[in-house]
């Protein structure tokens, strides 16, 4: 089955920094976009970044550029997320997500994906 299972949250100070896991089974996270989605509280699920299956084309939302990266491992078919200068309006749940019909795609997006995990919490907060 497929499986993603989200770690790596928590609370921090807003500037700090946060690594984010995504620990991908019963497929191979290098072939498939993957994607990570956050939703706060009262507010719609949004998209944050995403990476590419083969070619790794990652892209991001306005608001985390600059602060956020997308990275894969293939060795250990994980897709971390990399959170800096985090500030408070980045507290949510964060969830990451594939989309198994994306193995012949460029680049990638956020709509399509199939298989989500239960997300992890990550609170910016003084």
């Known amino acids: 089955q497929w499986q993603l299972v989200e770690s790596g949250g928590g609370l921090v100070q807003p500037g700090g920094s946060l690594r984010l896991s995504c620990a991908a089974s019963?497929?191979?996270?290098?072939?498939?976009?993957i994607a990570w989605f956050r939703q706060a509280p009262g507010k719609e699920r949004e998209g944050v970044t995403c990476?590419?299956?083969?070619?790794?084309?990652?892209k991001y939302s306005d608001s985390v550029k600059g602060r956020f990266t997308i990275s894969r491992d293939n060795a250990k078919n994980t897709v971390y997320l990399q959170m800096n200068s985090l500030k408070p309006e980045d507290t949510a749940v964060y969830y990451c997500?594939?989309?198994?019909?994306?193995?012949?795609?460029?680049?990638?997006?956020?709509?399509?994906?199939?298989?989500w995990g239960k997300g992890t919490l990550v609170t910016v907060s003084a």
């Open positions: 997500a594939v989309d198994e019909d994306s193995a012949y795609d460029i680049g990638c997006n956020f709509h399509g994906f199939d298989y």
């Open positions: 019963g497929f191979a996270a290098s072939v498939y976009d």
């Open positions: 990476i590419s299956g083969h070619e790794a084309i990652t």
